[in-house]
């Protein structure tokens, strides 16, 4: 056993169970690490005051009764003290950080446990196709990453589900300009380069030659970041109006809806540069998503007219003018009224929300998912509630947990969203692109000794890094600023900074030349005792990051131990040490160290390089 909270939390239940009778064996003892401020020891369990109503004593009684129970030679339990109200105040035997810690050491998973398995789908990046991704996306992309590797880590069975945005009226417009433009032009090979500005160039005609006044009644707007989805009628004019492009599109829309097979195989070229293009994205960044991960919108088609014809058949949809829609008392507007979820529009078009509903089935009664992640921009909170709500009454819903792993905004230094001067998002290729620049400087001027090939590659470890670790240290759905100074420091809570601590002692292992670093590790100085206790928590911050789908948590936890380890670096000679013993105990402190933050930073999604 490495986990320290865990071994205490078996050691005082038994206590607790001696002192006040067995029906509080199972009683939680609330183990926390103690306040440095109050006291020098380890932990404090706090089950005194919990219990004191239930067993009617008062809690310093009670916690003595425990204290009188743990005897302190039992190899874990070093000294316990009553103290305050009723606070018991633990302190580990080092000799048991010691053993847990080698233990930890000779662990492949690092102290990494594995808790009850369970299936978790997670839906997570999921852009819109043929549609540059936005920084939004990027943010998405990083947390949603950093969740499958974790649970992945943690053994769980994870499938990833990239629920791209392929479907939609916007197909029609694209697919018009596409065979505008020749589907061998270069202005088509945009669409894997630079998918935004052949998208622009589409809307553009689109809006110049769309004359219907009323536009605004077939547009269901759904706040997709800062997109908007304008879906138009399917059953729009006839095709055919001369130089219309406006017409052309929607009819184009309503021809690929039916199954056309030109209109499909345009729509498919399209969709295979849009794939192109996002995959170099994932390449670029390191994301784990792949093609088997796909499952657009698309792939729900066929199911949409049953969704729709199942939920009014149960009752749980009605027909309001004309269009069909699900009201729910829970959701209400400001007029204490139910807001309609419209799955089926007057036109007999289908929706975002109904390619969800059928999307929430899949996932709970095909995947049987335990817990169903869809790591997607907080705005569409309300919707994804909604549609869970609506699919639970049809029992589509079955064992299944959905969890909206809400992602907050990604602003300027100015405080605003990134836009161009022109107004246009910025794209994430910009992002990216001006981190990796950035990093190349700071590499060229930290290591001017390399290769420029060397450099090259670490700049590029350190310029993803950077970004994803902006994206993950601070909650997933606060907002935080881009600011490419700033996340690129080597000082600081930064990626570089962490990054910079496991090439550190690499450069420490390797000027030590052992062969292998095994130890054992022997703990006599208190920054070494410190050290290790940090080490332990790996597991136990791991798992909670599988629990409460917060990768800040993991970020938090790996800066404190590079602190913690520069700590001991500076009061513990390692390589000077005079006794081998000490140096033995010492470079296997550091080699796993450096184990643990190389490991973390993996399930961050980021990679550690070998010098810096
Ligand atoms: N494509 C959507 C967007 O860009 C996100 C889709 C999220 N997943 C879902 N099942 N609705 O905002």
Same mark, same amino acid.
């Given at each position: 056993? +490495?986990?320290?909270?865990?071994?205490?939390?078996?050691?005082?239940?038994?206590?607790?169970?001696?002192?006040?009778?067995?029906?509080?064996?199972?009683?939680?003892?609330?183990?926390?690490?103690?306040?440095?401020?109050?006291?020098?020891?380890?932990?404090?369990?706090?089950?005194?005051?919990?219990?004191?109503?239930?067993?009617?004593?008062?809690?310093?009684?009670?916690?003595?009764?425990?204290?009188?129970?743990?005897?302190?030679?039992?190899?874990?339990?070093?000294?316990?003290?009553?103290?305050?109200?009723?606070?018991?105040?633990?302190?580990?035997?080092?000799?048991?950080? *010691?053993?847990?810690?080698?233990?930890?050491? *000779?662990?492949?998973?690092v102290?990494?446990? +594995?808790?009850?398995?369970?299936?978790?789908?997670?839906?997570? =990046?999921?852009?819109? *196709? *043929?549609?540059?991704?936005?920084?939004?996306?990027?943010?998405?992309?990083?947390?949603?990453?950093s969740?499958?590797r974790t649970?992945?880590a943690?053994?769980?069975?994870?499938?990833?589900?990239?629920?791209?945005?392929?479907?939609?009226?916007?197909?029609?417009?694209?697919?018009?300009?596409?065979?505008?433009?020749?589907?061998?032009?270069?202005?088509?090979?945009?669409?894997? +380069?630079?998918?935004?500005?052949?998208?622009?160039?589409?809307?553009?005609?689109?809006?110049?030659?769309?004359?219907?006044?009323?536009?605004?009644?077939?547009?269901?707007?759904?706040?997709?970041?800062?997109?908007?989805?304008?879906?138009?009628?399917?059953?729009?004019?006839?095709?055919? =109006?001369?130089?219309?492009?406006?017409?052309?599109? %929607?009819? %184009?829309?309503?021809?690929?809806?039916?199954?056309?097979?030109?209109?499909?195989?345009?729509?498919?070229?399209?969709?295979?540069?849009?794939?192109?293009?996002?995959?170099?994205?994932? %390449?670029?960044?390191g994301?784990?998503?792949?093609?088997?991960?796909?499952?657009?919108?698309?792939?729900?088609?066929?199911?949409?007219?049953?969704?729709?014809?199942?939920?009014?058949?149960?009752?749980?949809?009605?027909? =309001?003018?004309?269009?069909?829609?699900?009201?729910?008392?829970?959701?209400?507007? %400001?007029?204490?009224?139910?807001?309609?979820?419209?799955?089926?529009?007057?036109?007999?078009?289908?929706?975002?929300?109904?390619?969800?509903?059928?999307?929430?089935?899949?996932?709970?009664?095909?995947?049987?998912?335990?817990?169903?992640?869809?790591?997607?921009?907080?705005?569409?909170?309300?919707?994804?509630?909604?549609?869970?709500?609506?699919?639970?009454?049809?029992?589509?819903?079955?064992?299944?947990?959905?969890?909206?792993?809400?992602?907050?905004?990604?602003?300027?230094?100015?405080?605003?969203?990134?836009?161009?001067?022109?107004?246009?998002?910025?794209?994430?290729?910009?992002?990216?692109?001006?981190?990796?620049?950035?990093?190349?400087?700071?590499?060229?001027?930290?290591?001017?000794?390399? =290769?420029?090939?060397?450099?090259?590659?670490?700049?590029?470890?350190?310029?993803?890094?950077?970004?994803?670790?902006?994206?993950?240290?601070?909650?997933?759905?606060?907002?935080?600023?881009?600011?490419?100074?700033?996340?690129?420091?080597?000082?600081?809570?930064?990626?570089?900074?962490?990054?910079?601590?496991t090439?550190?002692?690499?450069?420490?292992?390797?000027?030590?030349?052992?062969?292998?670093?095994?130890?054992?590790?022997?703990?006599?100085?208190?920054?070494?005792?410190?050290?290790?206790?940090?080490?332990?928590?790996?597991?136990?911050?791991?798992?909670?990051?599988?629990?409460?789908?917060?990768?800040?948590?993991l970020?938090?936890?790996l800066?404190?131990?590079?602190?913690?380890?520069?700590?001991?670096?500076?009061?513990?000679?390692?390589?000077?040490?005079?006794?081998?013993?000490?140096?033995?105990?010492?470079?296997?402190?550091?080699?796993?160290?450096?184990k643990v933050l190389v490991k973390g930073l993996d399930l961050l999604g980021i990679e550690s390089?070998?010098?810096?």
């Amino acid at each position: 056993m +490495t986990n320290p909270a865990l071994a205490l939390t078996t050691r005082v239940q038994q206590a607790l169970a001696d002192a006040l009778g067995p029906q509080w064996r199972e009683a939680d003892p609330v183990i926390r690490p103690a306040n440095k401020r109050q006291t020098d020891a380890d932990f404090q369990a706090n089950a005194a005051m919990a219990l004191a109503k239930q067993v009617g004593r008062p809690p310093r009684e009670i916690a003595q009764a425990i204290a009188d129970r743990i005897a302190p030679d039992d190899g874990l339990i070093a000294s316990v003290e009553v103290a305050g109200p009723g606070f018991l105040n633990l302190t580990l035997r080092t000799d048991w950080i *010691a053993a847990a810690a080698n233990h930890q050491l *000779a662990d492949e998973r690092v102290g990494i446990p +594995t808790p009850e398995h369970q299936i978790v789908v997670v839906d997570y =990046s999921s852009p819109n *196709a *043929a549609k540059e991704m936005h920084v939004g996306h990027l943010r998405t992309t990083v947390v949603g990453d950093s969740l499958v590797r974790t649970m992945e880590a943690l053994g769980h069975d994870v499938i990833r589900q990239n629920h791209l945005g392929d479907w939609g009226t916007a197909f029609g417009m694209l697919i018009e300009h596409l065979l505008e433009v020749g589907e061998d032009s270069d202005e088509a090979k945009l669409l894997e +380069t630079d998918p935004n500005s052949f998208y622009r160039a589409a809307r553009a005609k689109f809006d110049a030659s769309d004359v219907r006044p009323e536009a605004g009644q077939d547009q269901e707007q759904v706040r997709v970041d800062d997109e908007e989805r304008v879906v138009n009628s399917a059953k729009a004019e006839p095709a055919g =109006s001369a130089g219309d492009f406006a017409v052309r599109a %929607r009819a %184009r829309v309503a021809t690929l809806q039916s199954g056309d097979a030109e209109s499909k195989r345009l729509w498919v070229k399209i969709m295979d540069f849009t794939r192109t293009y996002i995959n170099r994205v994932y %390449r670029d960044l390191g994301i784990t998503l792949t093609d088997d991960d796909l499952r657009g919108e698309s792939s729900y088609n066929d199911e949409l007219a049953e969704v729709c014809d199942t939920l009014e058949a149960k009752g749980i949809a009605v027909v =309001s003018d004309g269009a069909l829609c699900v009201f729910q008392d829970e959701f209400t507007g %400001r007029d204490d009224k139910p807001v309609p979820l419209i799955i089926r529009k007057s036109d007999g078009g289908y929706g975002y929300a109904t390619t969800d509903l059928a999307t929430i089935r899949h996932r709970s009664l095909d995947l049987h998912a335990n817990r169903a992640l869809y790591v997607v921009g907080a705005p569409q909170n309300l919707h994804f509630r909604m549609v869970w709500a609506a699919a639970d009454k049809a029992g589509w819903i079955q064992g299944t947990e959905p969890i909206h792993v809400q992602i907050g905004n990604v602003v300027g230094t100015d405080g605003k969203i990134l836009r161009t001067r022109s107004g246009d998002l910025i794209s994430l290729q910009f992002l990216v692109d001006s981190a990796l620049q950035r990093a190349a400087e700071v590499v060229a001027e930290s290591r001017p000794d390399l =290769s420029a090939e060397e450099r090259a590659s670490i700049a590029h470890q350190v310029g993803i890094g950077a970004i994803k670790y902006a994206d993950l240290s601070v909650s997933h759905d606060s907002g935080y600023t881009f600011d490419l100074d700033r996340m690129l420091a080597l000082q600081g809570n930064t990626g570089p900074y962490l990054q910079y601590a496991t090439a550190r002692i690499r450069s420490i292992l390797s000027r030590a030349d052992a062969v292998e670093v095994n130890g054992p590790i022997i703990l006599t100085e208190p920054d070494e005792r410190a050290l290790a206790l940090r080490l332990l928590d790996f597991g136990p911050v791991v798992a909670e990051v599988g629990e409460t789908l917060e990768p800040h948590r993991l970020a938090a936890y790996l800066y404190d131990l590079a602190t913690t380890f520069t700590a001991f670096y500076e009061h513990c000679p390692v390589l000077k040490a005079e006794d081998a013993a000490v140096r033995d105990s010492r470079l296997a402190l550091c080699a796993l160290t450096r184990k643990v933050l190389v490991k973390g930073l993996d399930l961050l999604g980021i990679e550690s390089p070998d010098q810096m």
